[in-house]
Structures are given as structure tokens and as C-alpha cells.
């Protein structure tokens, strides 16, 4: 029968398992040498336990260079085919091949600069934590190995002894997994980005900073401490894939910036320098939108928002408000429950302390101080809406924004007590800080300025990554921690230059100006596309 015929006849057939393959693609040479490595170690001529021939031979033996090798090599390794040993050991046969962790990374990743980021962000996952076990589980042997492995002070660090340091912690865990896991991302890095890293371990400065770094990891493994190894191992992979994406001139387009008023923004109680007016002008100008963040109300935000000329809403309330200054509404809520208000009221009031309430922009208190009298007269301070009314207000269904409570007409050593009474009262049910000297305030538990900007970088369609945040307070730490870059003022508190990215100078010496002009303006005159500092937080 003719072929003719043949085609007749399969006509209305079930479709046979060859229909919808496609041709096969030329192999690779890498992908060649891979093949032949993998057939004899499943056929068993390379043995389980057994070195294979070095790079150098395969290279000779099968005709090709030593990059392709190189490759073939690191992909077996990655599907669990091969483990690389110590010294003189070199390369061996696994005694049972793993299952493959689906396609090896080096078939994942993007290409350039953008490999950076993304195998800095997979160290930051797996080493931060690596970093904690090691601390708990670090043997003599371990720790000794770490301290032989620092490099001399003054010395040059070699990517060998780098590598070499990452892989002591990995196997200090003493979870073989961790360790294979830990091996790709950073041969990766340093096999495909080597001119990159021979001129980071150059820059001035450079060697020391990693040092440091280095031996503050060992100590703190060395201390048993867990938190504080996993914070100095975070410490350090930011520093580094910061260096290395200046290095490479990368970085993601900056398009929002979080910044506080007292302490950050204000020079003094009341004063933005012409200079933090400038730049922010410039930043804006660049295509950078500008936010404020404050635990103030809105009517006490609005003069500067209005003086900045910006358009965008701004976090009031330390989180618990997003206002539209255009509009002069509330855009979002994390109010306090009418039911826990009263409840806070009632406790301040049997304290001593005078209650005011803050709601949708607008202010209800007990009674006036006569210091508030004066400073409504002396700083143009909006007056009250109500006297007398806060009762009538936790029962009006409005949202109550914030709970502050006035303990400056106690004595000092009574003022103290009561604020202390507040906060174990009211832990884990309310977030209570005291912003000012006797002045506690009390915000609802998933109210934070962290949050509300999470809030409208979503409505913005704005990633953390292209966020940044300046800020001087331990309630900006959560903030500084989220956004793409933290910084930290000059005059911030420990626990706000700990969770901060960056430290610029003090809100006395332009330190937002600073910031600003480094990260966003220096070295262009339109655009903020910058380096992201921050790979660990996604």
C-alpha cells in the first residue's frame, strides 16, 4: 500500500505519544560533557566515593576547553551527582545521587547585573539563617576552623579564603542540605562575576570592612548567640551586594520616598532647611514622589506638606492615619475599638492623667492645660473641637484614631508610675509609647507607620524595592527595615540605626538632604535609578 494510502487511513486515529514533540536543539558542549559524566556514573565506571579525573584531563581527553568542563561539572554537582572534596581530595562521586533540585541555577538566574541581585537574595534567605544554626551548633573543630579561615588585618582578602569563610558556617549547621544549598549561589557569583569581585576586594576600604565583618559573624557563633549571628550575617551580605551593585552601575528605579518630620526632616521643632527644600524639589523633579510620616495629627503635618508642594497623602497618627490633603479626608483607618478606647480612657483618668482623643483629624480633650492655651496663642496651634467631650466622641461611632493621655500636671516620680501602669495594661492589645516627656500615646496594635506605607506603596503599585525611607525613631524602625533603602538620621535611636540600611548625618546637619542627594541625585541630573542595598527582605 502506498504511503498515499497509509496517510487515507490514519485519518480519525487516536493521536500517537510522538504527536506534539519537537525537534531536539543542538546540545551545548557543556551539556555534552555533562551527558558522558552522568552515563558513567550511572553505569557505574566512576564509583560512588571514587575522585574523577581533574578538570585539566577531562579537558585533554575529551577535546574541549576547561570553561565547558567547569560547567558540566558545576551542573552535576547541582543535580547531586558529584561532591566537591577538601585539598587533595578534589572532586568525587556522591554515594547516591540526590534528586535533582529541578533545572541548576545557573539555567534560573538572569544574566549581568541582575544575577547580582538575584543570587544575593537567595544567600540572604539561606546564610542569614545558616548563621543561627551555626551559632547553636558549632562545634571546637567548627569555630576553630572559623578563626583560621579570618584573613590578617591589613591583609587583602582572595575570593578563595571569602569562599572558604561562607563555607565553614554552612557546614558548622552540620545540615549537609544547607551546605549544598549555600555551595551554587556563591561559586556562582564568584565563577561568572570574578573581575566584578577582584575589584570589590580592592576598593579602599574594602578588605577591612569585610574583615570586620567576617570576625563579628565568628564571634557571635562563637557566643552561642543565634539573634546576634543572624544579624551579623545580614549585616554583612547587605554591605556586600550593596558594593557590588555600585560596582556594576545597577540598580532598580527609586520611585518613593518615606520621609519623618521631628527628628528626620525639621531642623529644630519647626524649621525645613533651604537645603532639604532644594533636593526635595530636585527629587520630585526627578520623578520621585515624596511622603510624610509622623506621629503628629494632620493639621499639624498639612504646613509642611503644604510648604513642600506635594500632592500625595501623607501617614499620620504614627501609622494609624493616611490622609488626603487634597480632599482633607481619611483614606485609611487602624482605629482603636470604641470598647478598648473607653477602657484607656478610664485607666488614665484614675491615674491622674488628662484624656484626649484624636479622630479623623480632630481633637477632643478633658480640659486645657494652661501651657496649651498659650502655645494654641504663641505657635498658631489649632484649638480643640471639643472641651469636655471625649466621652461624647468614643461614642459617636467615629474612628479614634489615637488615644493620647496627659500626665505632665503629675509629679515626676507619679507621672512615671502611671505611664508604666498604661503599658503593661495595655501590651499586646495596643501599641503605647511616650512620644514626648508625659505624653503616652496609644494606637491600635496593627497600626505602624511600616504598615500604612505598605498600605500606599500597594495602592501605588510601587514594590518595597523601589521604596526608601528616612527616619529617626524606634517606631520608623519596622519602616527603615521594609523600604528598598533605610536610613537612618544621625540623631536616631539604636534600635532605628540597627534596622537602617544607612546612617546619614543628624537632622541638624541636613542629614535628609544627604541622604537624598547621595542615594537619588548624585551623579545624575533626571532620574533616580540607584542600587538596591537590600536583597534579604522580600
Not at 579561615?149 to 575570593?159: E, R, S, W
Not at 549561589?185 to 569585610?210: C, Q
Not at 526632616?265 to 533636593?279: F, K, M, N, Q, V
Not at 513642600?308 to 483607618?333: D, E, K, M
Request: proline fraction near 5%; hydrophobic fraction near 45%.
Amino acid at each position: 500500500m502506498s504511503a498515499r494510502g497509509n496517510e487515507g487511513d490514519d485519518k480519525g486515529r487516536t493521536p500517537a505519544l510522538t504527536d506534539g514533540l519537537k525537534p531536539v536543539t543542538t546540545q551545548t558542549v557543556s551539556d555534552q560533557v555533562a551527558d558522558q559524566l552522568r552515563q558513567l556514573i550511572s553505569s557505574g565506571q566512576y564509583k560512588p566515593g571514587k575522585r574523577i579525573p581533574s578538570e585539566r584531563e577531562l579537558a585533554v581527553k575529551l577535546g574541549v576547553g576547561r570553561p565547558a568542563v567547569r560547567e558540566a561539572l558545576r551542573e552535576l554537582k547541582a543535580q547531586g551527582f558529584l561532591i566537591t572534596g577538601r585539598g587533595a581530595q578534589g572532586t568525587t562521586v556522591a554515594d547516591l545521587p540526590s534528586p535533582s533540585f529541578s533545572a541548576p541555577l545557573t539555567s534560573l538566574v538572569g544574566a549581568g547585573a541582575e544575577r547580582i541581585i538575584e543570587l544575593m537574595e537567595v544567600r540572604s534567605a539561606v546564610e542569614i539563617e545558616a548563621a543561627g544554626l551555626a551559632a547553636r551548633r558549632a562545634t571546637l573543630e567548627d569555630l576553630h576552623r572559623l578563626s583560621i579561615l579570618l584573613t590578617a588585618p591589613g591583609d587583602v582578602i582572595t575570593p578563595e579564603e571569602d569562599v572558604a569563610f561562607h563555607a565553614a558556617i554552612a557546614e558548622a549547621t552540620h545540615n549537609p542540605l544547607i551546605a549544598r544549598v549555600i555551595q551554587e549561589p556563591v561559586e556562582l557569583l564568584h565563577d561568572h562575576m570574578a573581575a566584578i569581585f577582584s575589584a570589590y576586594y580592592k576598593e579602599p576600604g574594602g578588605a577591612i570592612s569585610l574583615q570586620q565583618q567576617h570576625d563579628a559573624i565568628r564571634r557571635a557563633i562563637r557566643s552561642g548567640d543565634e539573634q546576634r549571628a543572624r544579624q551579623a550575617m545580614r549585616h554583612h551580605l547587605d554591605h556586600v551586594a550593596r558594593g557590588l551593585a555600585q560596582l556594576v552601575g545597577t540598580g532598580r528605579v527609586m520611585r518613593l520616598v518615606f520621609l519623618g518630620l521631628d527628628g528626620t526632616l525639621l531642623a529644630g521643632p519647626r524649621l525645613i532647611s533651604e537645603r532639604a527644600r532644594r533636593t526635595i524639589a530636585n527629587v520630585r523633579e526627578a520623578g520621585v514622589e515624596v511622603v510624610l510620616v509622623s506621629s503628629r495629627p494632620p493639621r499639624e503635618i498639612r504646613p509642611y506638606h503644604q510648604e513642600l508642594g506635594l500632592l500625595t497623602p501623607f501617614i499620620a497618627c504614627s501609622g494609624a492615619l493616611l490622609w488626603n490633603a487634597q480632599a482633607a479626608a481619611g483614606l485609611v483607618h487602624e482605629s482603636v475599638s470604641a470598647e478598648l478606647a473607653e477602657e484607656i480612657v478610664a485607666l488614665g483618668r484614675d491615674l491622674g492623667a488628662i484624656a484626649n482623643v484624636e479622630s479623623d483629624d480632630e481633637w477632643f480633650t478633658d480640659r486645657l492645660r494652661n501651657l496649651e492655651r498659650d502655645s494654641i496663642t504663641d505657635y498658631e496651634i489649632s484649638e480643640p473641637n471639643g472641651v469636655g467631650m471625649v466621652d461624647e466622641v468614643l461614642h459617636s461611632g467615629e474612628p479614634i484614631d489615637k488615644v493620647f493621655l496627659d500626665l505632665r500636671d503629675l509629679p515626676e516620680e507619679v507621672a512615671i508610675t502611671a505611664s508604666v501602669t498604661l503599658r503593661r495594661a495595655f501590651e499586646g492589645r495596643a501599641t503605647v509609647e511616650e512620644k514626648a516627656r508625659g505624653i503616652v500615646d496609644v494606637i491600635s496594635l496593627d497600626a505602624s507607620k511600616a504598615a500604612m506605607a505598605q498600605q500606599l506603596a500597594r495602592r501605588m503599585a510601587i514594590p518595597a524595592e523601589q521604596t526608601m525611607a528616612i527616619g529617626d525613631d524606634d517606631s520608623d524602625a519596622a519602616l527603615l527595615r521594609w523600604a528598598g533603602i533605610g536610613v537612618a538620621m544621625g540623631n536616631a535611636t539604636p534600635a532605628a540605626k540597627a534596622a537602617a540600611d544607612t546612617i546619614t548625618s543628624s537632622n541638624m546637619r541636613d542629614g535628609v538632604a544627604e541622604a537624598l542627594e547621595q542615594w537619588l541625585l548624585r551623579g545624575r541630573s533626571a532620574g533616580a535609578n540607584v542600587s538596591v542595598p537590600k536583597p534579604g527582605l522580600l
